[in-house]
Structure formats: structure tokens, C-alpha cells
């Protein structure tokens, strides 16, 4: 069934500059967090985030508490998740304050805010479509800004197939955060590219900024990035279909084609040689299963409360971490969640995650064309920054934003149903009394 679009049902009163203040509150911190070094000004959004997200504390607050009431079943569950994952860090950290560390607690009580704001103040495709492209225009500058830093590079540095010298790193950053940065924006891009009601102009446009981030990543030689696209195509392909998708295909494909010509051959062969050099018997890629069960041994350590915030570096640098040559991290974001904060805290992020995926597939099933986009581009989202952080240390904030403001969307669409159908259902027992009356009369 699909949703005809009608003027949003506001859950509470709340005046609309203050949903996008905070919405481009937490797209700063994004970009500040995540921009890469050469950006100008990073340094002092760096210094300003959390000014910035105390600010956000402040606008949400006395929403949270004038609307609690008003918020669907699914904003309450994520937003008492948020915070008892907060509560858990915090007991966490009271009971091993050897090995936490409290910068990463307060980039915990950053993230929750933010994520419970978006997820309490969102309430139409509007704003969370404005979410979407706040991150495509980051990850875009990012790319961008990255190339054009990195690219002198390529004629200084030797490349070669046997190890990572001149490995393109990570376009200012790691390349696998790199990646994981780009997936969202990707999926967007893919998303927005696929969608047969649109122009299509538009159309080209969106599949021609997907290519340019799919060249990006797979230049910068991240293997977890470099299968994330595929994990992230199949995803949005399998939603869209394989018709909706031919002109994004076409675009990438001609991208791809364009790339491999302007670097040549040698180059393209050095990446392709760089990205398959680790996939050999005995590499680390291939043995992350060993790595991951070699790190379980400190969750069983602690298994209820762990070891407390950002302690995966306190227990490397105690020499008490178990671990294979004791100072392999794990490369799983979960495992450091369960080492960290224990299977309370890893039950509860993992159910952040899966309201975010369920309301994603709702909005998919049952809204229009720009619902349905958005719909497709959070799962694919969503699906790629789940795949990278089963293979990486890092968490990373838009997966949280992205199903925060997926279930927001999700309980204003269940409101507008609401209305229609009790509209129609007024409707239908009005014309059966008047059928009924006018029966009577004739009787």
C-alpha cells in the first residue's frame, strides 16, 4: 500500500529552524570528526564539536521532555536504547576506571544525543532527504578534496603489488575509514540514480557522483571498502530491480572506463594487485576469524560490563590483552563494543541497529516515490556500514543517525496511515447510515 502524501502529523510542537539547526548540528560533527586533514577550518570544527554538541543537548532536551507522550512506539524504544547504553557506558566505567577512558564516553554521550534528537525532532521526508544530502555533500568534499591532495603522489611513490607503499591513504584518511565514510552517500547516490519517477537529468547526475565515490574507493585500495560497493549494489539493486537500475549501471560502468584511461594501464594494474596481495593463504585479511576469536578471550574476561569506554587501548598498552601477538586489534566494531562495554552494551547497539533497519523496510514497502528512495538508500546504507564495521575497529555515527531518522520517518508515515484510514473508515459508515435511513424511508 502506498501512502498519498498529505501535510505531516506533528507528534508535538516544535518550530522547523529548530530541526534543521539540529540535523546541521549533526552534520558538523560529522565533519569534523570524519573530514579529512586538509580540509580548511577542520581544525577548528575539531575544537568546536563538542561546544556543538552540548548545544544540541540544549535544543533537545525540553523537546524530549514536552514529547515524550506524543512519540511513537519505536522513537521511545531507540531513544530508552540511546540512553541506557549511556548508563551502561557510564557503570562501565565506574566499576573499571583503570582502563577506560573518558574521551571516549564523552564521544558515546555525543553520538546518543544526537541520534535521540534526530530521532525525536524529524517528522517528514523533507528534512531526513536533507540529512541525506548533508552527508553525500561530506562524503563528496571528502573524495574530492582528497584526490586533488594525493594525486602529485602518484608520480613520487613506487608502486608495488608486494606491500602498501604508495597505497593512495585512504584519500586523507585510513582508506578502510575512508570507505566506511563513503557508503552512505554511495547508497544515496545509487539510490537517487535508480529512481525511475525522477528527471532525468537527475537521474544522471546522482549516478555520475555514485561512480566518482565507487572510483574513490576503490583507488584508495580498501578491500572492505571495494567489497562494501558490492554488498551495497546488491542491496539496492535487488530493491529497485534490475530495470530501474540499467542507467546508473551505464554511468558507473563509463566512470570506471573513463578512470582506467585517465591513469592507465599500469596503474589499474597496480590496484587490482594491490587489492587482491593481502587475499593470500596466511595474510591478515584472510585470517580474521583467528583474530576475532583470539579477541573473545577478553569479552569472557568481562563478560557483562567489559572492561570500560576506549579500554581496548588501555588493556594493549597494560600488556593484558588477549590477542594474537597481543597487539592485534580485533578489526570488528562489535567484538570492541562487547570488549568495551560488554554484551549488555553490544545487545543494545545491535537493537539501535535493527529498529533502524526494520522502520528502513517499512518506509521501502509503504511510501511513495521519495519515501521509497529513501528507503532503498538507508538499506543500502545501512547494509554497507555493517559489512565494514564486521571487518574494521571503527563505529561509525551515520549508521546511527540514518536509522534514527529512518524510524522518525517511519512513525510520521503510521500517523498519516492512520488518518487516511480513519478518514475512509468515517467515510464508509456514513454511507452506510444514510443507505440505512434512506431503506427506512422507503419502508
Known sequence: ?????????RGFPQSTWVIYMILSLALLIVAAREGIDELPFINVLRVLKYPIGFLAAVLIVPILVNGWQKNSRSQKWFMVLGFLTLVSAILSMMLNPETSILSYLIILIEWVFLSVSIVSVVNDTRQVRFLFLGLLLIGVINVGWGIVANVPMLEEVNFSIQTETGRFGGIGLD????AMLATIPLAYALASGSDSKSRFISRVAFSVIAAFIMVAIVWSRSRSGSLSILVILVAVMGLRGFKN???SGSFILLGFMFFALMIGFDEMSNIYYGLLSRWEVGSQALGRPEIWSAALGNVSDSPIWGWGPGALQSLITLGIYEGIGGFIKPHNAWIIVAIERGMIGLILQIAMVFLGFRSSLRIYRMGGSSERTLGVAALGGLCGQVFMSLTLGGMP???????????ALDANLSRQWLVIQTEIDLRAKTSMSAASLSQWVRA
Not at 500500500?1 to 502529523?9: G, L, Q
Not at 582508506?175 to 575512508?178: D, M
Not at 555515527?397 to 524510524?407: D, E, N, P, Q
Open 397 to 407: 555515527l551515520g549508521i546511527y543517525l540514518v536509522s534514527a531518522a529512518m524510524i
Open 245 to 247: 537500475s540499467l542507467i
Open 175 to 178: 582508506a578502510n575509514y575512508f
Open 1 to 9: 500500500m502506498s501512502i498519498r502524501r498529505v501535510a505531516p502529523v
